[in-house]
């Protein structure tokens, strides 16, 4: 049975119309699971927010202040790409708790799920790209600082390089990054993870099942990891807003179905996050991010 962590304040946001921040997409995808038996009342857990306590762990205490009370400049503040509001903050701590609470749950069933998470643009002093802070860099420390593991790989598959993520981590020799992203997208200035893999505009489900296969099995062999943080992004999705790689439907669950199993044969518990994936109409991407869902029921229904 899938352990699964959500909020309804992931989709509580009030935005201005068109804003392409696809908030509803987090309440759309829980019902559709919940209707088709995919995620099941009792094992679907409910996070606390983080403190700001706990975030300045990893961000600056001066940002995360500037950020609570509303007044990072405007420069900050566009650079997010959210306007700032009580809700948002509210939000961001409780997205950063379920991304911790996952990584826990992982500890103790082996796969555990996040119906949102994946802000890896974050940096320690100012956010970017819809990212506030960095779920999954904070779940990592905070894990490692309460000795619950000792060596984390933040293992990135969302289109967008985990360039917050990287930069985060850079000089951390226990948490690892890794960050498979079309090279030619954003963040135009990349930072550097401790593995890089840049990938050409438009692959397609073969070439990039090929690529994971290369790159998992090495990664997870070299640095024996004792948490897998997954960020399951699907704007490598072909029909993608913002993304301009090319998989299927079909390409997501054998990619999401690989990074799982490979860490379950391995004994590493993983904790995936649904991260990006954009569309006009956030009901095409229910389709999209149940696929993460559908691989870990799979698995955790043949052990
Ligand atoms: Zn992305």
Redesign the pocket.
């Known amino acids: 049975m899938l352990n699964a962590v959500y909020h309804p304040i992931y989709s509580a946001l009030p935005l201005p119309a068109n804003h392409r921040f696809p908030i509803h997409k987090y309440r759309l995808l829980h019902d559709a699971l919940l209707a088709q038996g995919v995620l099941q009342p009792e094992r679907l857990h409910q996070p606390v927010p983080l403190s700001l306590d706990q975030v300045t762990q990893v961000h600056c205490p001066d940002y995360v202040q500037r950020f609570a009370q509303g007044t990072l400049d405007r420069k900050a503040q566009r650079r997010l790409g959210f306007p700032w509001s009580p809700p948002l903050v509210a939000r961001t701590l409780t997205a950063c708790g379920g991304t911790l609470r996952a990584a826990e749950l992982a500890l103790e069933h082996g796969i555990a799920c996040h119906l949102s998470g ?1 802000y ?2 974050a940096h320690r002093d100012f956010g970017s ?1 819809f990212c506030v802070f960095n779920d999954l860099v904070l779940a990592a420390r905070l894990l490692l600082q309460r000795q619950a593991v000792s060596r984390v790989l933040i293992f990135d598959c ?3 390089q985990g360039d917050g993520s990287a930069a985060l981590c850079q000089d951390d020799p226990d948490i690892i990054t890794c960050s498979l ?1 079309c090279e030619r ?2 963040p135009a200035r990349k930072a550097r993870s401790h593995v890089d893999v840049p990938l050409e505009n438009d692959l397609d489900d073969a070439a990039y099942l090929a690529t994971l296969d290369t790159v998992l099995p090495w990664l997870l062999n070299l640095y024996q990891p004792d948490l897998v943080i997954y960020d399951a ?1 699907v ?1 490598v999705h072909q029909d993608d807003a ?2 301009y790689l090319s998989l299927s439907d079909h390409g997501l669950y054998q990619r999401d179905h690989a990074v799982l199993s490979a860490c379950q044969q391995r004994g590493i518990p993983v904790a995936a996050v649904i ?4 569309a006009k109409d956030h009901a095409d991407l229910v389709p999209r991010h149940s696929q993460l869902f559908f691989a870990a029921r799979d698995l955790l229904s043949q052990r």
Do not use: T
């Open positions: 994946g890896h643009h790209g969302d289109v967008h992203h997208n954003f992004g704007d913002l993304g991260g990006g994936g954009y």
